[in-house]
T-cell receptor, first 112, second 115 residues
Framework: TQLLEQSPQFLSIQEGENLTVYCNSSSVFSSLQWYRQEPGEGPVLLVTVVTGGEVKKLKRLTFQFGDARKDSSLHITAAQPGDTGLYLCAGEEAGGSYIPTFGRGTSLIVHP | DAGITQSPRHKVTETGTPVTLRCHQTENHRYMYWYRQDPGHGLRLIHYSYGVKDTDKGEVSDGYSVSRSKTEDFLLTLESATSSQTSVYFC??????????????FGPGTRLTVT
């Protein structure tokens, strides 16, 4: 069983559309990170959320941490082809080993 | 960008041969990690290090060993490569527990093919 479940697994949209991807767990997390990975490269850290209910914005990307710190979402407004990539969430389980665990990712393709 | 390099970037080897992948960092971060990434499985932790000579196993450590003799270098060795170890290998670094979270910075990856 995957500790962090990401959905959807794949997303193919047109430029200008909005989208939301989800990262869910039955466990409570101390913090949660979002990464973007482009083909042939390593993941790049986008943001860390720590406090339940926290919302962070990074240009057209909005990240939210659930009140109970068991889930998170990433919303992209007016997607652009440059947003194409694999979006990964990762976190450390509260009271756990302090080694981050990763979800399997959402693969996003934005068509011009 | 965090200063992390991996070598080699690509390698093709034969079943049964030993292979060593190197990760080098210039950030003086305490933690270093080796992951493999495979379709349908995402990133899976192989081994990690929390200091010089201090290492521990991850979820897929069978068939792999690691060594860290200096802060900046973390080596991953496949003692006798098998086709199931064909994968993309990523090294990551982290300062450690800062304000209740670990943020990781990844290298560019090594694509290993075992024939």
């Amino acid at each position: 069983t995957q500790l962090l479940e990401q959905s959807p697994q794949f997303l193919s949209i047109q430029e200008g559309e909005n989208l939301t991807v989800y990262c869910n767990s039955s466990s409570v997390f101390s913090s949660l990170q979002w990464y973007r990975q482009e083909p042939g490269e390593g993941p790049v850290l986008l943001v860390t959320v720590v406090t339940g209910g926290e919302v962070k914005k990074l240009k057209r990307l909005t990240f939210q941490f659930g009140d109970a710190r068991k889930d998170s979402s990433l919303h992209i407004t007016a997607a652009q082809p440059g947003d194409t990539g694999l979006y990964l969430c990762a976190g450390e389980e509260a009271g756990g080993s302090y080694i981050p665990t990763f979800g399997r990712g959402t693969s996003l393709i934005v068509h011009p | 960008d965090a200063g992390i390099t991996q070598s080699p970037r690509h390698k093709v080897t034969e079943t049964g041969t030993p292979v060593t992948l190197r990760c080098h960092q210039t950030e003086n971060h305490r933690y270093m990690y080796w992951y493999r990434q495979d379709p349908g499985h995402g990133l899976r932790l192989i081994h990690y290090s929390y200091g010089v000579k201090d290492t521990d196993k991850g979820e897929v450590s069978d068939g792999y060993s690691v060594s860290r003799s200096k802060t900046e270098d973390f080596l991953l060795t496949l003692e006798s490569a098998t086709s199931s170890q064909t994968s993309v290998y990523f090294c990551a670094i982290s300062e450690g527990r800062t304000d209740f979270y670990y943020e990781q910075y990844f290298g560019p990856g090594t694509r290993l093919t075992v024939t």
